[in-house]
Nanobody, 115 residues
Framework: EVQYVASGGAMVQPGGSLRLSCTAS????????MSWVRQAPGEEWISSIHPAGDMTSYAPSVQGRFIISRDNSKDTLYLQMANLKPEDTGDYYC??????????RGQGTRVTVSV
């Protein structure tokens, strides 16, 4: 069974930083492109990374502030978030990119950016 478990969310002030992690299981992690999705309340694709980690892409809203990475030895995806803004508030999910429509199946992590 495919599972995604995200963690690391918290409440932070604007300008703060967070690092999200997501552990995946039920498939060969190192063979698949992975993505982060934000729901707040509408859904927004945030970022994706190729299996080897050598190619990444970002939504314009987070470009230059967020960095996606992965550790294939740990089946774990990361999202380093900097200069956080109130509009970054939401529930963050990770998902295998070809399984995108099922991202809510995973356990998300909540990020709240507020003074």
């Amino acid at each position: 069974e495919v599972q995604y478990v995200a963690s690391g969310g918290a409440m932070v002030q604007p300008g703060g930083s967070l690092r999200l992690s997501c552990t995946a299981s039920g498939f060969t992690f190192s063979n698949h492109d992975m993505s982060w999705v934000r729901q707040a309340p509408g859904e927004e694709w945030i970022s994706s990374i190729h299996p080897a980690g050598d190619m990444t892409s970002y939504a314009p809203s987070v470009q230059g502030r967020f960095i996606i990475s992965r550790d294939n030895s740990k089946d774990t995806l990361y999202l380093q978030m900097a200069n956080l803004k109130p509009e970054d508030t939401g529930d963050y999910y990770c998902v295998r990119s070809d399984d995108y429509s099922n991202f809510r199946r995973g356990q998300g992590t909540r990020v709240t950016v507020s003074v």
